[in-house]
T-cell receptor, first 110, second 116 residues
Framework: QKEVEQNSGPLSVPEGAIASLNCTYSDRGSQSFFWYRQYSGKSPELIMFIYSNGDKEDGRFTAQLNKASQYVSLLIRDSQPSDSATYLCAVNNAGNMLTFGGGTRLMVKP | GAVVSQHPSWVICKSGTSVKIECRSLDFQATTMFWYRQFPKQSLMLMATSNEGSKATYEQGVEKDKFLINHASLTLSTLTVTSAHPEDSSFYIC????????????FGPGTRLTVT
């Protein structure tokens, strides 16, 4: 069974700090990796995706992928209270299907 | 940008009745649409993959006779929850695939179903 694991949290960080969210996956054949943000009662919205080992930066967000360790992370710099949400890691194994992790709840305190 | 709508956004129904949820891609054609279910404080679980003009592919443990999926056009898929029970109460989310690539899968706003 293909699994995507995340610490459920909550992860609490002060405003302005770096939030680090982690995700591991079981299928070595996974092709691409996604981070979604989900506010309570809303559907997920895509923040970033990454295909290759290394870092990918977009504004305050950096995704990091290490395929050898089957590990993907999301760093949020200068965290804001509006970043408080659940962050879902998703993995694409085959075709265009996504397998989601359980999500990490992030709380950014003013 | 690609927009996916769902209707209704929330619905309350009585146990034993059926509820239909619509998922529409508004500005693109979607060969494939996905239906997810999300219980409180849990992640999205894929229920089925819906392909235009063919039968849906259901994930293990999802009853295809209970959750009827119809993908009659490239812009519309429907999920009908038949003989709904309180345990079917959940947040149902669809997504539409714009290109066959996972990063171009766009999510609808979700439908909150409450069965009394």
């Amino acid at each position: 069974q293909k699994e995507v694991e995340q610490n459920s949290g909550p992860l609490s960080v002060p405003e302005g700090a770096i939030a680090s969210l982690n995700c591991t996956y079981s299928d070595r054949g996974s092709q691409s990796f996604f981070w979604y943000r989900q506010y309570s009662g809303k559907s997920p919205e895509l923040i970033m995706f990454i295909y290759s080992n290394g870092d990918k930066e977009d504004g305050r967000f950096t995704a990091q992928l290490n395929k050898a360790s089957q590990y993907v992370s999301l760093l949020i710099r200068d965290s804001q209270p509006s970043d408080s949400a659940t962050y879902l890691c998703a993995v694409n194994n085959a075709g265009n299907m996504l397998t989601f992790g359980g999500g990490t709840r992030l709380m950014v305190k003013p | 940008g690609a927009v996916v709508s769902q209707h209704p956004s929330w619905v309350i129904c009585k146990s034993g009745t059926s509820v239909k949820i619509e998922c529409r891609s508004l500005d693109f054609q979607a060969t494939t649409m996905f239906w997810y279910r999300q219980f409180p404080k849990q992640s999205l679980m894929l229920m089925a993959t819906s392909n235009e003009g063919s039968k849906a592919t259901y994930e293990q443990g999802v009853e295809k006779d209970k959750f009827l999926i119809n993908h009659a056009s490239l812009t519309l898929s429907t999920l009908t929850v038949t003989s709904a029970h309180p345990e079917d109460s959940s947040f149902y989310i669809c997504s539409a695939d714009a290109s066959g690539r996972a990063h171009e899968q766009y999510f609808g706003p979700g439908t909150r179903l409450t069965v009394t």
